[in-house]
């Protein structure tokens, strides 16, 4: 039997979609406390077992600009990226994605800071285990 270890579902999203959309500033939750326009954080929300192997999480990403029509826009485009990796396949090497949907944004004010615009993407990844190595 296969052993794997479950990924960093935020660090593996973050650092895929960092890679495309160069011009964003991605993090896996929490926001960094220097949130500004052009930040995008990742925050998985739980998920299921998809196979004995690999998981499918529910998460959201945020997209936080300083008008309403550009986090609208930074989350339509994060939206599509997500939907571009089962398609095209990963772009950072490490994880083996099974499915990836997303849903259209919608504004999402965050009340922490309300000097900003907040566009929210929810999405579905799944992704399979990293193989470990058990010695028998």
């Known amino acids: ?3 794997v270890s479950p990924i960093d579902v935020e660090k ?3 650092d895929e ?3 495309r959309i160069p011009t964003a500033n991605v993090h896996a ?3 960094p ?3 500004a326009a052009g930040t995008v954080v990742v925050q998985s929300m739980g998920g299921v077992q998809q196979t ?3 998981d499918e999480f529910d998460v959201v990403v945020y997209a936080y600009a300083d008008t309403y029509g550009a986090a609208m826009t930074a989350a339509a485009t994060i939206a599509a990226a997500i939907r571009g990796i089962e398609s095209t396949g990963a772009v950072v090497e490490g994880v083996d994605w099974t499915t990836t949907s997303a849903r259209p944004p919608y504004d999402d004010p965050d009340p922490d800071r309300p000097t900003l615009r ?3 993407v929810h999405a579905t990844v799944g992704a399979r285990g990293i193989p470990l190595t058990i010695d028998e």
């Open 29 to 31: 939750a929490p926001a």
């Open 12 to 14: 593996a999203l973050a």
């Open 118 to 120: 907040r566009a929210t």
């Open 52 to 54: 004995p192997v690999s």
């Open 33 to 35: 406390p220097d949130t």
């Open 17 to 19: 979609l960092a890679a």
């Open 1 to 3: 039997m296969q052993v």
